[in-house]
């Protein structure tokens, strides 16, 4: 490994009008080093890649490349200074092919036009290094996400790139996806690459770099060997106190019966699916990207249709496709997507917050604005929600103060059951607490929850029951006490239990 960075951050500083987004920051990334860059939402994470890969010039501090000052005048001179940044959603051409869209803008050529069979030997020869195996003639518009990924990471090593950023790679990607990807991220370290990574998933960090800067609300903490840490010792750094613990959950009496599900039947995507959430629960819905669990979600608010079963709300039966149907019974549902699925982007934080339950906002013929505001001023306390204004558009808002919008919509309805899929995913820890603390507190106040969720520790630290499903199927329930790891993996993976 060099002594010397191959890139550095000296004392960089960076405001938008009053707002001081990044204050005297330095960061130093090492050939053959994975870099983790650590702190809650709204710690100047996004502002210091921005200014790394000359989105944002710094207002004052140095950047150095092998040593020398050098400055982005923008996002092409960082990229010839081999600086390439690979996003959460890649940003591929998706009626372009994989080859094509590597060598967007730099195509080979031949006397009578595009030498594509030299184009096809040099992707080949990228994905060789990157040990993946893609066809370099597939239309982009059918790759998952982690093969998106995987054809920015390889359009990033075309261009020579020696600092490869990584914001937030693995929070759509299932765990043999994050594996694969973790694996290209070892091949690129032993080729001298250096790599900065993004996570909220401290495991992540843990088992995957050897450094950690740690940001808090725009300056730097500190900057560690990641043997020197423990994950509660980062949370500290992070947060800047001792965190309420991460999984709150309160112990709790099951009532009655809130949500029945029998032989849920949808065909080619779940079969025969039963189970209860009883009030004062909370019932995990586990398994691999894939199994079903959304889509199980969706058909009972009533957002998709089934073929066959029955759906019951407090004893009352809902039909098919009718989610008016299934809000009118109780039923809530946060969906997996919050900003296209949960939220109206361009809309303010009340419009929003007062959606799902514009009827009680009516005054006569009209909504109330005044009653819109009260209902949302009310909830963002509630949900200890941070903006500025309450007529700010929500798109201003971090991903977890989004999450907490999406949750106060429904929330305000007063729902028996609740529904949340993938409901800290992409937000920080400190948030996330919050947001655990929050299911707990419903489920303790008589609230049915069911939560589908891809972390493990979530589903073991918050769930009274595990749902597994595999394959479109339920395969395996789980009570408290004999949920694991290694219990809920077996079951998620088809080799029942352990």
Known sequence: MEDTPVLSLLQVSKAFGAV?????????????????LAGENGAGKSTLVKILSGVHRPDSGRILLDGQPVEFAGPADAQRAGVAVIYQEPTLFPDLSVMENIFMGRQPRARLGLDRRAMRAATAELFGRLGVHLDPDRPARGLSIADQQLVEIAKALSRQARVLVMDEPTAA???????????????LREQGVALLFISHRLEEIFELCQRVTTLRDGALVATDPIGDLTPDALVRRMVGRELEALFPKQDTTAGEVALSVRRLTREGVFTDVSFEVRRGE????????????????????????WDAGAVEVDGRRLRPARPTAAMAAGLALVPEDRRQQGLVMDLS???????????????????SRLAERERARDWAVRLRLKFARLGDPVNVLSGGNQQKVVLAKWLARRPSVLIVDE??????????????????ELAASGVAVLMISSELPEVLGMADRVLVMHEGRLVAELDRAEASEESVMAAATGRGRP
């Open 349 to 367: 934080i009340e419009r929003n917050i007062g959606l799902a339950g514009l009827t009680a906002l009516r005054r006569g013929p009209l909504i």
């Open 173 to 187: 990607l299932s765990g043999q996806e994050v594996a694969r990807l973790f694996g290209v991220a070892g091949t």
């Open 20 to 36: 001081r987004a990044v204050r005297e920051v330095s960061l130093e990334l090492r050939a053959g080093e994975a870099h983790a």
């Open 423 to 440: 409901p800290t995913r992409g937000i920080d820890v400190g948030t996330k607490a919050e947001v655990h603390r929050l299911l707990s």
């Open 282 to 305: 909370i019932v995990a819905l586990a398994g691999l990207v894939g199994a079903g669990r959304s889509e199980v979600a969706r058909a009972v608010f009533g957002i998709d249709r």
